[in-house]
Structures are given as structure tokens and as C-alpha cells.
């Protein structure tokens, strides 16, 4: 069966980092597209950041110049680099993969930020 696992949440102060990594497993197709989404308490889940096979990237305007994407296609494993962190980016962070087959999503990892 496809997975993602997500990893990295934890509390950490105003100004802080995290690395959030999400593995993927079970998937037969390559993967088009890596994406994280997060959803805050009380708020829809919206996107963050995104990165298709060709390398490029896309940010959501709120985590410009703080957040990086990346993925590691020989290990199945996509990663978010969060700099700068402000306690507005409290919320439970998952990831996405799409392929030609369909979506997946993982389970979420908390990211609690305290001011």
C-alpha cells in the first residue's frame, strides 16, 4: 500500500527552524509532483509549497524566502526546510504526492511555534 510518513514536528520558539521530511513508500509510479500543505487550528488546509520532477519550485506567498522544498527522488523522500519560523506557521504539516496513478497524502506532523 502507498505511504508517507512525515517527520520533523515538534515546538520550537519564534525564529526557529525545523526540517520536516516526508518518505514515501508503495508508490509504483514516479512521483510528478511534491507538495506540503498545512492547516492551522480553525483554518482550511492550504498549500505551502510545491516541487514538480523538473527540479522547479513554488511557494505559497506566506513562506517566501523562509521555506525550501526539496526531494531526494532515489530515496522516495521530500523535505521541508522551514527558517524563520513565526508563530503563524503553528499547524499540522502533511505532505502530498501525486503521479499519474493519484494522490496521497500522509498523516501529518504538528509544528508548533511559541512566540
Known amino acids: 500500500q502507498v505511504q508517507l510518513v512525515e517527520s520533523g514536528g515538534g515546538l520550537v520558539q519564534a525564529g526557529g527552524s525545523l526540517r520536516l521530511s516526508c518518505t514515501t513508500s508503495?508508490?509504483?509510479?514516479?512521483?510528478?509532483?511534491m507538495a506540503w500543505y498545512r492547516q492551522g487550528p480553525g483554518k482550511q488546509r492550504e498549500w505551502v509549497a510545491s516541487?514538480?520532477?523538473?527540479?522547479?519550485?513554488r511557494y505559497a506567498d506566506s513562506v517566501k524566502g523562509r521555506f525550501t522544498i526539496s526531494r531526494d527522488n532515489a530515496k522516495n523522500t521530500a523535505y521541508l526546510q522551514m527558517n524563520s519560523l513565526k508563530p503563524e506557521d503553528t499547524a499540522v504539516y502533511y505532505c502530498?504526492?501525486?503521479?499519474?496513478?493519484?494522490?496521497?497524502w500522509g498523516q501529518g506532523t504538528q509544528v508548533t511555534v511559541s512566540s
Open positions: 502530498n504526492a501525486a503521479t499519474t496513478r493519484g494522490s496521497w
Open positions: 508503495g508508490i509504483s509510479r514516479s512521483i510528478n509532483v
Open positions: 516541487q514538480p520532477s523538473d527540479g522547479s519550485t
